[in-house]
């Protein structure tokens, strides 16, 4: 590799999804409509932010890896404020390489964007990239459209052995296998990517930010914003500098965040607990405690509270759960803004199973049930698919609903004990 070779600084953002509508929050929460319109000014916050962050660093180029808008049918607020976005960066000679995902696939009436943008199209190109006249890399990406999202796209992705000291980056939209993605996109394993000889991959499609490999250098840079409760903790993108080292190039990949709005899960232990206001002081204490642990950047967090434990307060905190996060609401007034997303019971009452098991009625022939059901994975499975079926097999809900698989089947048999024990043993059901 020739010694004139300098470094190459590039950002790496992806899944911006600007314009979210967040139509799940705003129907299921209270004062939803109000959290819903945050998130949705969110995503542009936090384009905002990324363009700020491009012109400090006066990065050589940025890089997106497709989903930027939320859907096909590209909103105009959308559409004006990705124009407006890569029009300044084209002011401060900042070159921006950007490829479609599932969510805006390439369209045949695709925007024009300002010149510095280089869109890659349904066919894998080779784009150089020049500082003045010097061709100093080479950045290979494609779009995905509705009919090439198979795995098929990765084996066109092929390092140029005739520019072999230049710097080589792959842009693809794709599901990682072990990236835990229910909606595959582009299917792949890190090996294929490592085959293709490329020196570093910018990969979309996966939220979470995360390094599959430092050499070559592969990175999900995840979205800018966290689109809801599952996408918890830091989003943004990656600061990549790739430098020549002894006839390679080495990367160093730094994280910075962008998101104005943080998901996060809180667990709280409440074993023992017999006096509801201390349960409620410590319940206050351990989101007090979230929220400190915010980045400077974040303006408000969204929280599941899980409450875990066996405590006497058990079958109250069942009748009463909306009580209790009624009275944790004062915190939602304080900055930066706190809101419970949800809050999720897996506490107990302090008895044994066992001697319920034992009983001669209904309530004891159930959990003698639900005992053999939960060693023997397949007959569970089948009593959740058959008793679920009106469920699973509505077409919306398809779309939506987690698979049925072991977690989530042991996840329904423990709330159903929970269910027939409060519910018989209170005497509402003989």
Not at 221 to 226: D, I
Not at 296 to 320: H, K, P
Not at 359 to 374: H, V
Not at 409 to 427: P, S
Request: charged share 20%; aromatic share 6%.
């Amino acid at each position: 590799m020739p010694t004139q070779m300098k470094a190459i600084r590039y950002i790496h953002a992806s899944d911006l999804h600007l314009d979210a509508p967040f139509l799940g929050i705003s129907q299921r929460m209270p004062n939803g409509a109000r959290l819903a319109q945050k998130l949705h000014e969110a995503t542009f916050t936090a384009l905002s932010r990324l363009e700020n962050l491009c012109l400090e660093q006066n990065v050589d180029f940025l890089v997106l890896t497709g989903d930027l808008t939320n859907s096909e049918e590209q909103s105009i607020r959308a559409r004006l404020a990705l124009h407006a976005f890569c029009a300044k960066l084209a002011k401060a000679g900042i070159a921006v390489f950007m490829i479609r995902g599932n969510h805006d696939p390439l369209t045949k009436a695709d925007q024009r964007l300002p010149e510095n943008v280089t869109l890659f199209k349904e066919n894998v190109e080779v784009v150089p990239f020049r500082r003045g006249d010097e061709v100093c890399a080479l950045i290979h990406g494609v779009s995905l459209t509705s009919q090439n999202a198979d795995s098929s796209l990765l084996k066109l992705f092929a390092r140029d052995t005739g520019c072999n000291d230049l710097f080589q980056l792959g842009l693809l939209h794709a599901t990682v296998h072990g990236s835990d993605k229910a909606n595959c996109c582009v299917p792949c394993r890190l090996e294929e990517l490592k085959a293709s000889q490329l020196d570093a991959w910018a990969l979309g499609h996966i939220h979470k930010p995360q390094i599959l490999s430092e050499s070559p250098c592969i990175t999900y840079a995840g979205s800018p914003q966290g689109l809801e409760i599952h996408e918890s903790g830091k989003h943004g993108c990656y600061l990549i500098t790739a430098s020549p080292e002894d006839g390679h190039w080495r990367c160093e990949a730094t994280f910075h965040a962008l998101a104005p709005i943080v998901w996060e899960t809180v667990s709280v232990d409440v074993e023992g607990m017999d006096v509801i206001s201390l349960l409620v002081n410590r319940l206050a204490d351990a989101l007090e405690k979230a929220r400190t642990a915010l980045s400077a950047q974040a303006s408000t967090l969204i929280v599941r509270l899980i409450l875990q434990g066996a405590t006497n307060l058990d079958r109250e905190l069942q009748r009463n759960a909306s009580e209790l996060l009624q009275e944790l609401s004062y915190l939602q007034n304080e900055n930066p803004e706190l809101w419970i997303h949800d809050l999720n019971l897996q506490t107990n009452p302090p008895v044994s199973l066992e001697s319920y098991r034992a009983r001669d009625d209904l309530l004891g022939a159930c959990l003698r049930e639900a005992e053999l059901l939960a060693h023997d994975q397949a007959s569970q499975e089948a009593f959740f698919a058959e008793a679920l079926k009106p469920i699973l097999n509505s077409g919306p809900l398809k779309k939506i609903l987690p698979a049925l698989d072991e977690h989530l089947c042991q996840t329904l048999l423990e709330d159903a004990q929970k269910i027939c024990l409060f519910r018989m043993e209170d005497g509402r059901v003989h």
